[in-house]
């Protein structure tokens, strides 16, 4: 009986995500790549060449 109720587990196919967990997703992942853009050309980030630094 073990035996079946680990079958039927396996068969199970994956949630996808909801709606609104899709779109926070791509926001946060957009918002992410522009900080991290910004942060390059700030005057602490990048390779410090601009002539200015904190």
Same mark, same amino acid.
């Given at each position: 009986? %073990? ?5 039927? =587990? *396996?068969?199970?196919? =994956?949630? $996808?995500? +909801? ?5 926070? %997703?791509?926001?946060? %992942?957009?918002? $992410?790549? #522009? *900080?991290?853009? $910004? *942060?390059?050309? %700030?005057?602490?980030? +990048?390779?410090? #060449? +601009? +002539? $200015? @630094? @904190?």
């Amino acid at each position: 009986m %073990s035996t079946q109720k680990v079958e039927k =587990e *396996a068969k199970k196919p =994956e949630a $996808k995500p +909801g709606f609104f967990t899709r779109i926070i %997703s791509k926001l946060d %992942s957009s918002m $992410k790549e #522009k *900080a991290d853009a $910004k *942060a390059q050309q %700030s005057c602490c980030g +990048g390779d410090g #060449k +601009g +002539g $200015k @630094c @904190c």
